[in-house]
């Protein structure tokens, strides 16, 4: 007998609950590290896993607008659109589960989410965690382009490289030598940044071997030169600030002076030469930097490089079915870039797909450090 009053209480206490919270509601608020917020920025969105209790009513998701006050709706995609690094959700009938990627604003250290049902009334759920990748895309797909030096025949074929990959919808981050950039130049790398799919990186300031004559030029001044001659916007500059995060080191070389100094510019990422690299670089805590990193495989005509289109595309298709980060490097000027070229071919080959995330190296780790960094709390109402 008391057994049966014991159960019938516990069931009353858990319609008292779901009564409250039908009656009331809840919404989940993100807070991130205050300092790398204002290091880095931290704009890319991050991705949210939810759990819904129930699927009697579709969801309709709210972020919270602290400038206007407001609930704004966050807008609808399914696994057939193609988008990548915007604010939306997805909903999974089949799972239950919802999918949220949000952005956090300029020196506001948290944002808040809620979920309706589209009739309007409360929906029951729970957060499961930070999805690894952008809206739990299958694997991600990133590229670095070598020796951007202005004015030159590397700079042709560098712009026709940037084309192609814009018109593909991939990123490539370019790693500019500033020294040899002219006023030219930078006019030309200005008009790639703005046309989209273009990331700017150091490559230094000379292109030196280690160690370095004049290390404070070639890591802080390279820094310093592209900041001051680009005019940098969208994910990459807040209000304040602009975000400068990788570093490509000249010749794949380093030494121990390279990491402090990175990480007192602002770094974030420092892009080797190691082949086969297919995973996320783990973050060091205590230098405040990604660890060096390499990439899967380099497309190119020479000896150093492949151009093989079968080993290409059975890379890519080897770091895909593994969940793993595809990292092409190139070096522009060391490729023929005709239409029915290997170079072309591979790049039709690895884009364009719905569930692939393609993203700029700098801000891949961008996102992996905002959800390394950032914790979630359910607030009821």
């Known amino acids: 007998m008391k057994k049966s009053i014991i159960v019938l209480c516990f069931f009353a206490l858990l319609l008292s609950f779901y009564c409250q919270a039908q009656k009331g509601g809840s919404f989940l608020t993100i807070k991130t590290n205050h300092d790398l917020h204002q290091k880095f920025g931290l704009k890319y969105p991050v991705t949210l896993e939810i759990k819904l209790f129930s699927n009697e009513d579709e969801p309709v998701v709210w ?18 659109d193609f988008f990548n690094g915007i604010e939306a959700f997805r909903y999974d009938v089949n799972s239950n589960q ?26 029951l759920f729970e957060f499961s965690g930070f999805a690894k990748y952008y809206d739990t895309r299958t694997a991600v797909v990133t590229s670095t382009a070598d020796d951007w030096v202005g004015d030159s025949s590397n700079t042709n074929s560098s712009l026709t490289a940037c084309k192609i990959f814009r018109d593909n919808h991939l990123w490539l981050t370019l790693g500019v030598i500033t020294s040899s950039v002219t006023d030219s130049g930078w006019k030309e790398l200005q008009a790639e940044f703005d046309s989209g799919y273009i990331e700017i990186a150091s490559h230094s300031y000379s292109h030196p071997h280690v160690p370095y004559k004049y290390p404070d030029l070639e890591i802080s001044g390279s820094k310093n030169g592209i900041l001051s001659r680009m005019n940098l916007s969208g994910y990459f500059a807040s209000k304040n600030q602009e975000y400068l995060y990788c570093w490509i080191e000249p010749y794949g070389e380093a ?10 510019n602002n770094y974030l990422i420092d892009r080797s030469t190691q082949k086969y690299f297919d995973s996320l670089s783990a973050w060091d805590n205590e230098q405040q930097i990604f660890d060096r990193l390499g990439f899967s495989i380099e497309m190119g005509d020479n000896l150093s490089s492949h151009s093989n289109i079968m080993l ?15 990292h092409l490097n190139i070096h522009p000027e060391k490729i023929i870039w005709d239409n029915d070229g290997f170079a072309v071919q591979h790049l039709n ?15 891949l780790y961008v996102y992996n450090l905002t959800i390394r960094n950032s914790t979630v709390r359910l607030i009821r109402f």
């Open 312 to 326: 290409l595309n059975d890379r890519f298709d080897y770091v895909f079915t593994n969940h793993g980060v595809y």
């Open 98 to 123: 919802v999918l949220i990627s949000v952005s956090f604003i300029d020196d506001i250290d948290t944002l808040s989410v809620k979920l309706t049902g589209k009739s309007g009334k409360s929906l």
């Open 349 to 363: 080959y690895i884009s364009n797909r719905k569930d692939a995330w393609y993203v700029s190296l700098g801000l």
């Open 63 to 80: 972020k919270w607008d602290p400038l206007s006050k407001k609930w704004n709706q966050i807008p609808q995609k399914t696994k057939n």
């Open 255 to 264: 030494d121990s002076l390279i990491t402090p100094m990175l990480t007192k």
